[in-house]
């Protein structure tokens, strides 16, 4: 083991080949630029800018909410609950406007919703002593449920919020790029700042690496712990309202399965499921494959009942090289 | 006397690393033989080769006049050569007779666990190491001496010739080690041969008949204890004269009490505890394994906190409920077990160092973190504790155990504490790096630290405490001051009424024997 330390190469790792070489998101990365070049030359259709542009406001629904996922994730936990508090503040912020709130105290009830089911999340998880698992698969049935009870089965569709702007958040663009890829974009560079340059940031890793060690050392694990579960609530109710923004219209199922794409975008972008690893570059290049992977099906014209076999195996595919870069490049 | 294992001219590589090189030596039959050597020699992979885990690159072993081609260490077990390896391997949530006979359960019509034959065969298995524990007992129930008895009894099952032992004694104490060592002898003389593994000098002297030392891969010399010292064996080992770490007489009159802890309880594991700790001042805490130490070192720092009690810092009552409390405060605990506790083992060597002083709100500014000001930071105390890492990104958990336990005390140190409290600081740590670590708390203690050592090892707490408290079954059974301090009065506080305590494997006879001697 001493002679491990003593073995590893010191200089070749400051270099910034090296490095490349080394990140966890050089593969994925790369994996997508060869998806991309592959897809534009087999399906010329692909690299039409307006494509590009709807895949762009696609994949921004699964990729909010996979920062909020990535959080959990990286403590060692896991949200199954995302898909339905998704559906649950689509249609009540939809509800909110139909009964004649402004847009805007409409979204907040949604979103103060959302965190009160993530709040319940992270609160069985910490003071009751409850596996991730369980409470959130116990919230994504309530959720769900309470979304079913608020439309009882209908679509709200008629709901007219006092100014046009709302409906500009998910179907608008700003600079040629759709409102709700810019929306991404700039949750993800806050949400890649708090984790890689901030104490907060630091911290999650640390409870997700040895929470044992974290308590021992004095962190405010189960407040840290409650705050990822709440932000990932917050970011699955924000993916909602967008979606209700673009559709102009609300239903129960909004967001129906969704975790498993959210989670499946996650660990193709490297997050481990036994928590301290994940980096947002990572779920951000992980949410876009996802999407690629999708619409490049489409367009190659495969049927769309083998799809799934296709998402299938990009996932064990990239959990298996990311093994092989671990084993490969960690000496043991 | 003839011999029982001749390993000719093994060499075992690993990328980056060559662990073995020309390994020779001879083991006779019917002695225990230990093998020594610093963190790193070899020692876990030249046992790894003779168990079958591991392939040699070149060489051979010839077992009882024949050559050994092993494919695993069940073939290696079932040709007479069994490990227990240093980590227990067992399932906690089993039975003990489930535990020992797992992966060879007596069966019927071969699919079928016949229990009761497995159960009176754990039995008979069990009354022949003199052992008094209920096969059916949940395996998690046992001490951890206790387990420790079961790994072995568990290798017992095939019999062995030749029976290797990993440092079976590294999370014990001194006196369930002797009872270990009784189950030992026993088997020695029954006529099995032991390979054992060990760090602690003195229980090798006590125990074995010969040893054989390892020094970067190579094999040294392999003699008979008695014709040898523990200074000839360190000098092998280390392959210099080590600077014998000295005690020294302490000398702090009228220095400032810096922590006062008055009637201590959890109710349960520590009972009434109660004494003082000066600046500049290093107390050692000694006690059997199961006596309460660290739960109330725990207890202490909040992890949880005592439900009864006064802590006093520098005069001023003060209350922890948890340990950002404690911390908060100026106390810092490294805990025992360094991979459980301590360390996050898939973070960096800094970002592991920096984890406490950040907690503190140190070397961020807003919740940002101040990148060249950590960088400092880590790099003073890495360069300061001489940690051998290639970079201070190295993942800890690759480092050498002596090395994560520097990261570990660093980690604390960074936090800047009035208080420290160590539980095990050398645990499973070579020798080298042991007098390192003593050195370097006799060097925070002059700058005023106070520092609390919590340790199994005597040998240890002799040398580095100024003072020592002994705990017994929860309570503090007596004080020691530096001029009275010894082996014996250790052992007579900490094992005097041993008998009456918990259930325990440990038969009277020994508590009384160390208590007289």
């Known amino acids: 083991m001493s002679a491990s330390g003593k073995a590893a190469p010191a200089p070749a790792q400051k270099s910034f080949l090296g490095r490349m070489l080394r990140s966890r998101e050089t593969g994925i990365i790369s994996a997508l630029a060869i998806m991309v070049i592959g897809l534009s030359f087999f399906a010329p259709d692909f690299a039409s800018p307006n494509n590009m542009l709807n895949d762009a406001r696609n994949f921004s629904f699964v990729g909010i909410v996979v920062l909020g996922q990535a959080m959990v994730m990286i403590t060692g936990g896991i949200d199954l609950s995302v898909g339905s508090v998704w559906g649950l503040a689509a249609v009540s912020s939809a509800a909110f406007m139909n009964i004649g709130f402004g847009a805007i105290p409409s979204c907040i009830l949604a979103l103060l919703i959302s965190a009160a089911i993530g709040l319940f999340n992270g609160l069985c998880v910490t003071k009751l002593r409850m596996p991730p698992f369980v409470p959130t698969l116990a919230t994504m049935s309530i959720a769900r449920a309470l979304a079913l009870v608020i439309t009882r089965g209908h679509s709200i569709d008629g709901f007219l919020p006092d100014d046009s702007i709302f409906f500009n958040l998910g179907g608008g663009a700003t600079f040629g790029l759709p409102n709700p890829f810019i929306v991404f974009v700039v949750l993800s560079v806050i949400a890649g700042l708090a984790l890689s340059r901030t104490v907060y940031g630091r911290q999650l890793y640390a409870i997700g690496g040895n929470e044992r060690a974290a308590r021992l050392t004095g962190l405010e694990v189960d407040r840290l712990k409650i705050s990822v579960y709440v932000i990932s609530a917050v970011t699955a109710g924000i993916a909602g309202i967008i979606e209700v923004s673009y559709l102009s219209s609300a239903i129960s199922n909004q967001g129906l399965g969704k975790e498993l794409s959210v989670i499946a975008a996650a660990v193709i972008g490297g997050t481990a499921l036994t928590g301290g690893e994940g980096t947002i570059l990572g779920v951000f290049v992980g949410a876009v494959i996802l999407e690629v992977l999708r619409n490049g099906l489409v367009l190659l014209g495969t049927d769309a009942y083998w799809q799934g076999v296709f998402v299938g195996s990009v996932i064990v595919l990239a959990v298996f090289i990311d093994q092989l870069r671990k084993g490969f490049w960690r000496t043991r | ?517």
């Open chain 2, 1 to 517: 006397m003839s011999v029982l294992l001749a390993v000719e001219d093994i060499s075992k590589g690993f990328p980056g690393v060559q662990a073995l090189r020309d390994v020779t030596f001879q083991v006779e039959v019917g002695t225990i033989h230990a093998i020594m050597g610093e963190n790193g020699a070899g020692k876990s992979t030249l046992m790894q080769v003779i168990a079958g885990a591991l392939r040699p690159d070149t060489g051979r072993l010839i077992f009882d006049g024949n050559q050994l081609q092993l494919s695993g260490t069940r073939d290696a077990a079932s040709k007479g050569i069994s490990i227990v390896f240093q980590e227990l391997m067992l399932a906690p949530n089993m039975t003990v007779s489930e535990n020992i006979f797992l992966g060879a359960e007596p069966r019927i019509a071969g699919v079928m666990v016949d229990r009761t034959a497995q159960r009176a065969r754990a039995q008979a298995a069990l009354a022949r190491m003199g052992i008094d524990i209920d096969p059916d007992i949940r395996l998690g129930e046992l001490t951890i001496a206790q387990q420790q008895l079961i790994e072995i009894c568990k290798s017992l099952v095939h019999e062995p010739r030749l029976l290797i032992l990993d440092e079976p004694t590294s999370s014990l104490s001194e006196a369930d080690s002797l009872v270990l060592f009784r189950v030992v002898h026993d088997l020695k003389a029954s006529g099995v041969t032991i390979l054992y593994i060990s760090h602690r000098m003195r229980e090798v002297f006590d125990n074995c008949d010969y040893v054989t030392v390892l020094r970067d891969g190579r094999h040294v010399k392999t003699t008979r204890l008695s014709e040898t010292d523990p200074e000839e064996v360190v000098r092998l080992m280390v392959g210099r004269d080590l600077a014998g770490v000295q005690r020294i007489r302490p000398s702090h009159d009228g220095k400032p009490v810096m922590l006062s802890v008055r009637g201590l309880s959890d109710g349960k594991r520590y009972n009434d505890i109660s004494f003082d700790l000066r600046a500049g001042e290093i107390v050692g805490v000694a006690g059997l394994i199961g006596a309460g130490r660290s739960e109330m070192a725990l207890g202490i720092f909040g992890a949880p906190a005592a439900p009864r009690g006064e802590i006093v810092l520098e005069g001023k009552p003060v209350r922890i409920r948890k340990p950002g409390d404690a911390m908060r405060l100026g106390i810092g605990l490294v805990p025992e077990d360094r991979k459980q506790q301590g360390l996050v083992l898939g973070m960096s060597v800094g970002s592991n160092l920096s984890l406490a002083a950040m907690g503190l709100g140190r070397l961020s500014n807003a919740n940002f973190v101040k990148p060249i000001a950590e960088g400092r930071m880590i790099d003073g105390y890495v360069d300061r504790f001489r940690i051998k890492t290639p970079s201070v990104d190295q993942l800890v958990g690759l480092l050498s155990g002596g090395n994560q336990q520097k990261v570990v005390l660093a980690k604390w140190l960074a936090a800047k504490p009035r208080v420290l409290i160590v539980d095990e600081p050398t645990r499973g740590v070579d020798v080298t790096t042991k007098a390192e670590i003593y050195a370097l708390m006799r060097e925070l203690a002059r700058d005023g630290l106070a520092i609390l050592v919590i340790s199994s090892d005597l040998p240890e707490v002799l040398t580095i405490s100024d003072r020592i408290l002994v705990m017994r079954s929860g309570r503090l059974a007596g004080e020691i001051a530096f001029d009275d301090a010894s082996e014996e009065r250790i052992m007579a506080l900490a094992a005097l009424e041993h008998a009456d305590g918990p259930p325990h494997p440990a038969p009277a006879t020994y508590g009384e024997a160390e208590a007289r001697s």
